[in-house]
C-alpha cells in the first residue's frame, strides 16, 4: 500500500473497515456512483461530480486487485465488505500512519519498551526496532526503548502487527537514574 494507492483509496478501505460494511441500492446502472454518495457522507471529502469519479474508480481498483467484495442481497441491495487481502490492507495502512501523540504537558513518567525476540523472528525484531526509531523512541540498549508519551496502544498495535505479543514488555516508571540527558532528548 505503501504510496501504490491515492489517499482517496487508503480513505475508502479504513471507512470500510470501520463501517464493517457498506449496504448500497442496486437499483440504477450507477451502483459505483450510489457507493460514492454513501461513502461521501463518511469522509473529508465534498460531494462534487470529481470526487464521486475519484471515488468510482477507486471502487473499481480495490474491486480488481480483490480488496473489497460486491455481495448481491437478492433484494436490490449490495453489501460492499473487505476480503481478507483488504483486511491486511487496512492494518498496512495502519502501520504506516503510526504516531505517537505527544500530550501538551508531560505526565513524568517514561515507557520503558524493552524485547527479547528470538533469532528466527529477526525480520520482526528488525521491523519492530526500526519502527520505534522512526517513532522517535530513544534507544538505550539494543532492545530497550524509551518514550515519554503514553504509547501502549501504539506498541500493542506493533506487537500484533507483527505478532510479537510474548516477546514484548512495557513498563512505565516514574524515574530513570541519571535522566538528565533523556529530558533533553525529549525536551521536556
Known amino acids: 500500500m505503501k504510496g501504490n494507492y491515492s489517499e482517496v483509496t487508503k480513505n475508502i478501505l479504513l471507512t470500510i473497515a470501520i463501517t ?15 457507493l460514492a454518495k454513501v461513502l461521501l457522507k463518511n469522509k473529508k471529502y465534498h460531494s462534487s461530480k470529481e470526487n464521486e469519479e475519484k471515488i468510482v474508480r ?34 498496512e495502512i495502519n502501520f504506516d500512519n503510526l504516531a505517537i501523540k505527544k500530550p501538551n504537558k508531560w505526565d513524568g513518567k517514561w515507557r520503558v519498551v524493552t524485547f527479547d525476540i528470538p533469532e528466527n523472528r529477526k525480520p520482526a525484531r528488525d521491523a519492530l526496532r526500526s519502527k520505534m526509531k522512526e517513532l522517535k523512541f530513544y534507544q538505550l540498549q ?24 510474548k516477546f514484548v514488555d512495557i513498563i512505565i516508571a516514574e524515574k530513570i537514574h541519571n535522566d538528565g540527558m533523556l529530558k533533553k532528548v525529549f525536551r521536556l
Open 20 to 34: 464493517g460494511l457498506v449496504v448500497v441500492a442496486a437499483t440504477s446502472p450507477y451502483f459505483l456512483i450510489s
Open 142 to 165: 539494543k532492545s530497550v526503548f524509551i518514550c515519554p508519551y503514553p504509547c501502549e496502544k501504539e506498541i500493542l498495535f506493533l506487537c500484533e502487527f507483527f505478532d510479537i505479543f
Open 58 to 91: 477507486s471502487l473499481r481498483g480495490l474491486k480488481k486487485n480483490n480488496l473489497i467484495i460486491l455481495k448481491d442481497q437478492g433484494d436490490g441491495n449490495f453489501t460492499v465488505q473487505l476480503t481478507q487481502k483488504g483486511k491486511e490492507k487496512v492494518e
